[in-house]
């Protein structure tokens, strides 16, 4: 709350009645009552706080929703904002480290997107432990949004349960930059409008900061894209389409090379218990990762075979450039999904300058609308456990 103490001049009274509220035409101030202590801006009761719990209290326009919002969740001390009526905002809200954002069944409507933060440095810690439970996402065009609804960068111990997030096929539901500890639960990520036929935007994308992949950093600070990958994220029990469902990013080619290095690869990501479907690129990509488990999904490609590569079902591939050392520490397990893609369902390939380490591709059930026999596909691997799986013409 420091910033709501410096904008303007703020009055306490102790009242005795809970209808009585005194007002004070400097600005925002905080009124105790019996029913908790009402919290003002612009002379209007914004939330009703007791401890560290705001209640908040829609405005009139959505300018001042979001500004009021974001009053209440600057800051670094811990606390909770409790969103319990539909709210319209202008643009983005900007949570302060150690929030908890409960939105319920609620729907928030923006005219850009919904939550993003802006790293002053290239540190997973530079912003901490963000906890968004509940809402509908959304923005206000028809059609949604052709950006990011929630782009969280350089930050640890985020976690996102039970929200519905909706946005183009040409956007991000959830964009996530070089980020650690991060856990997506029980979240329905959906595009809306028309998808190209040759779109490979993805609703939940695993990121890496460079300049091509991380453009709103890059504008920000050339130091804060270094490639810094992403580490230790885990998607469970999601339903998400989008052009592609989830894709874990690597670095472009050209000036971009320098980005693609064993220290740029990502790892320990985790896929359990989804529903992923693209619609004209893979459902699942997980580009230039070292290690990654993905189990007990249905995952689903609608994208044409003569789409090559990009209707595969789920792809895991390292690109050109110097990849990590193949140990058999680094693992991709892919394990009791059900696959359904277009040339493979399952496809596994190192392009880069090794092999990968260990993969295991066991009891799934996987199809291919090229043929059974190119089902599933595991090249340029140390060590390969293919076992138990159950293929098909689809």
Same mark, same amino acid.
């Given at each position: 709350m420091r910033k709501l103490r410096k904008i303007l001049l703020s009055t306490i009274f102790a009242l005795t009645v809970s209808t009585t509220f005194f007002t004070n035409t400097a600005g925002t101030q905080t009124v105790t009552a019996a029913s908790g202590t009402a919290v003002t801006f612009k002379r209007k009761v914004i939330a009703y706080r007791t401890g560290s719990v705001y209640n908040f209290v829609p405005m009139w326009n959505a300018a001042d929703n979001r500004r009021a919002l974001n009053l209440l969740m600057e800051g670094n001390e811990k606390k909770v904002i409790n969103i319990n009526n539909n709210v319209h905002i202008d643009t983005y809200l900007r949570p302060g480290n150690n929030?908890?954002?409960?939105?319920?069944?609620?729907?928030?409507? @923006?005219?850009?997107? !919904?939550?993003?933060?802006?790293?002053?440095?290239?540190?997973?810690t530079n912003f901490k432990n963000l906890t968004i439970n509940g809402g509908i996402w959304k923005n206000s065009s028809s059609s949604e949004l052709a950006g990011t609804m929630m782009r969280i960068s350089y930050s640890s111990n985020i976690?996102?349960?039970?929200?519905t997030v909706y946005t183009n096929y040409k956007g991000h539901g959830i964009e996530l930059i070089s980020c650690s500890n991060v856990v997506v639960n029980n979240c329905i990520l959906?595009?809306?409008?028309?998808? @190209?036929?040759?779109? !490979?935007?993805?609703?939940?994308?695993?990121?890496?900061s460079s300049p091509t992949t991380a453009p709103g950093l890059y504008r920000l600070s050339k130091k804060l894209c270094n490639g810094t990958p992403c580490k230790n994220i885990t998607v469970k029990n999601c339903t998400i389409q989008g052009a592609r469902g989830i894709c874990a990013n690597f670095a472009g080619a050209g000036n971009e090379a320098k980005y693609r290095k064993a220290r740029n690869y990502h790892s320990n990501i985790t896929i359990e218990n989804c529903n992923v479907t693209g619609i004209s690129a893979e459902a699942i990509a997980l580009f230039n990762t070292k290690s990654a488990t993905v189990k007990n999904c249905r995952i689903t490609t609608k994208t044409p075979k003569n789409r090559n590569s990009y209707s595969v079902g789920l792809a895991v591939a390292y690109q050109k450039g110097s990849a990590p050392k193949a140990t058999t520490k680094n693992v991709i397990s892919l394990t009791n999904n059900t696959v359904k893609g277009g040339q493979q369902g399952i496809f596994v390939r190192s392009n880069a300058s090794k092999k990968l380490g260990t993969v295991i591709v066991s009891g799934n059930t996987v199809s291919a609308k090229k043929g059974k026999k190119n089902a599933i596909m595991v090249l340029s691997a140390k060590k390969v456990k293919i076992a138990k799986n159950k293929t098909k013409k689809w």
């Amino acid at each position: 709350m420091r910033k709501l103490r410096k904008i303007l001049l703020s009055t306490i009274f102790a009242l005795t009645v809970s209808t009585t509220f005194f007002t004070n035409t400097a600005g925002t101030q905080t009124v105790t009552a019996a029913s908790g202590t009402a919290v003002t801006f612009k002379r209007k009761v914004i939330a009703y706080r007791t401890g560290s719990v705001y209640n908040f209290v829609p405005m009139w326009n959505a300018a001042d929703n979001r500004r009021a919002l974001n009053l209440l969740m600057e800051g670094n001390e811990k606390k909770v904002i409790n969103i319990n009526n539909n709210v319209h905002i202008d643009t983005y809200l900007r949570p302060g480290n150690n929030t908890t954002i409960n939105a319920g069944k609620h729907t928030i409507t @923006s005219d850009k997107g !919904v939550i993003i933060n802006d790293p002053t440095a290239a540190s997973y810690t530079n912003f901490k432990n963000l906890t968004i439970n509940g809402g509908i996402w959304k923005n206000s065009s028809s059609s949604e949004l052709a950006g990011t609804m929630m782009r969280i960068s350089y930050s640890s111990n985020i976690s996102i349960n039970n929200a519905t997030v909706y946005t183009n096929y040409k956007g991000h539901g959830i964009e996530l930059i070089s980020c650690s500890n991060v856990v997506v639960n029980n979240c329905i990520l959906k595009a809306q409008g028309k998808c @190209s036929k040759t779109c !490979v935007e993805e609703q939940l994308q695993i990121d890496l900061s460079s300049p091509t992949t991380a453009p709103g950093l890059y504008r920000l600070s050339k130091k804060l894209c270094n490639g810094t990958p992403c580490k230790n994220i885990t998607v469970k029990n999601c339903t998400i389409q989008g052009a592609r469902g989830i894709c874990a990013n690597f670095a472009g080619a050209g000036n971009e090379a320098k980005y693609r290095k064993a220290r740029n690869y990502h790892s320990n990501i985790t896929i359990e218990n989804c529903n992923v479907t693209g619609i004209s690129a893979e459902a699942i990509a997980l580009f230039n990762t070292k290690s990654a488990t993905v189990k007990n999904c249905r995952i689903t490609t609608k994208t044409p075979k003569n789409r090559n590569s990009y209707s595969v079902g789920l792809a895991v591939a390292y690109q050109k450039g110097s990849a990590p050392k193949a140990t058999t520490k680094n693992v991709i397990s892919l394990t009791n999904n059900t696959v359904k893609g277009g040339q493979q369902g399952i496809f596994v390939r190192s392009n880069a300058s090794k092999k990968l380490g260990t993969v295991i591709v066991s009891g799934n059930t996987v199809s291919a609308k090229k043929g059974k026999k190119n089902a599933i596909m595991v090249l340029s691997a140390k060590k390969v456990k293919i076992a138990k799986n159950k293929t098909k013409k689809w």
